[in-house]
């Protein structure tokens, strides 16, 4: 997993990796961008675990568009944006934000895909987790993992004053 903000346009609004790294770790949601059938790209929010270390996991039915688009190409884009806030005075927009390139992985062993399951818990239902584990193993043979193996990332960032009170 390499961060490396070389290709960001913009060198004065760098994120610093520990920066990206929160971000990673506490942002809402990301948006998975796909290549499909015929070059057709479709893109979608969706809710995510990163394991803290080079993969994030995101979960699914077992069929659908996005598991075709994953299974004709596995190459991914993910994008997480953090604050945002538009100053109309300035005409600008305070805004953090992360992209990620990725490889999918389908098709997952039973015990990884039930700790991305746990992890998703952890992040979005902690106080509920011990009903989300028993949920998650009644829905087990329902769900899809999808591991994104992160291969490199960057951060970008603009910051005024109005940021930094939030």
């Given at each position: 997993m390499i961060?490396?903000?070389?290709?960001v346009r913009r060198q004065d609004r760098l994120m610093d990796e520990s920066a990206a790294r929160i971000l990673l770790q506490n942002g809402e949601y990301g948006i998975l961008s796909l290549c499909c059938e015929d070059s057709e790209v479709y893109g979608l929010p969706i809710n995510y675990a990163w394991d803290g270390k080079e993969s994030i996991y995101l979960h699914c039915a077992q069929e659908g568009r996005k598991l075709r688009c994953i299974d004709e190409n596995p190459n991914v884009s993910f994008c997480v944006v953090g604050r945002t806030q538009v100053?109309?005075?300035?005409?600008?927009?305070?805004y953090e934000s992360i992209i990620l390139s990725c490889l999918t992985t389908r098709n997952l062993s039973k015990d990884i895909k039930m700790k991305a399951l746990s992890l998703l818990l952890d992040k979005y239902s902690p106080m509920d987790k011990a009903?989300?584990?028993?949920?998650?193993e009644n829905s087990f043979d329902r769900t899809e993992i999808i591991r994104l193996e992160i291969r490199h990332w960057s951060?970008?960032?603009?910051?005024?004053k109005s940021l930094d009170k939030q």
């Open positions: 961060f490396s903000n070389s290709e100053i109309s005075d300035k005409f600008t927009t305070e009903t989300g584990i028993e949920y998650a951060g970008k960032c603009k910051k005024l």
